[in-house]
């Protein structure tokens, strides 16, 4: 997991700085512009991917004395927020509202740069750091969560596509790379 999400990641860093291509401009628009979503059911499951969750997942792994999952948790979403806003400086890429026409903002209207998507490596971070210590059935939960969270920020026009692609590379890298220096395996205290 570590060299796919971290290879996926430099693969779409310097995708994402060569600009914006004609399939990743209409991939955008195929799930900007989907306009039957209730917004609410949108912004809910999103938050998975903001800052906030990681302190309030650590914190309930420790009260469940878990505590290397509180700590994979706790530092691997921190590592995956910290890192995208400083990636975002250095890889220089808009947000879609300033890169494209015809873009539906839902929401709050996103002001700093866009690659990669901190939502995107936060949710895939803590997926994949809590991944050798849950069941089957809540793994695959939370793998569709994090995927629905990048889903979303293209929705809600705050990403384009390598943005949360590049986002959940990172992510599953930087959770890869905690539980291997945490010496978790595959088969943590499930």
């Known amino acids: 997991m570590l060299i796919a999400g971290a290879s996926g990641f430099a693969v779409t860093a310097v995708m994402a700085r060569g600009?914006?291509?004609?399939?990743?401009?209409?991939a955008f628009h195929v799930v900007n512009d989907l306009?039957?979503?209730?917004?609410?059911?949108?912004?809910?499951?999103m938050q998975y991917g903001t800052f906030a969750t990681v302190p309030a997942l650590a914190g309930l792994a420790f009260a469940r004395k878990r505590p290397r999952l509180g700590a994979g948790l706790l530092i691997g979403g921190t590592s995956a927020y910290v890192l995208a806003?400083?990636?975002?400086?250095?890889?220089?890429r808009g947000r879609p509202a300033a890169e494209l026409q015809d873009v539906t903002i839902r929401g709050t209207e996103e002001g700093d740069l866009g690659f990669p998507s901190g939502h995107a490596a936060v949710s895939a971070a803590l997926t994949t750091a809590a991944a050798p210590f849950v069941s089957s059935?809540?793994?695959?939960c939370a793998v569709g969560l994090a995927g629905y969270v990048s889903f979303?920020?293209?929705?809600?026009?705050?990403?384009?596509?390598?943005?949360?692609?590049g986002g959940a590379c990172m992510g599953a890298a930087i959770g890869a790379a905690i539980n291997l220096a945490?010496?978790?395996d595959g088969s943590a205290e499930v």
């Open 35 to 45: 306009s039957s979503l209730d917004y609410r059911a949108v912004w809910v499951p």
């Open 137 to 140: 059935p809540v793994r695959a």
């Open 182 to 184: 945490l010496r978790v």
């Open 19 to 26: 600009g914006i291509g004609k399939r990743e401009g209409a």
């Open 152 to 165: 979303a920020r293209i929705h809600v026009g705050a990403h384009l596509p390598l943005d949360v692609i």
């Open 85 to 92: 806003k400083v990636v975002k400086r250095h890889v220089g």
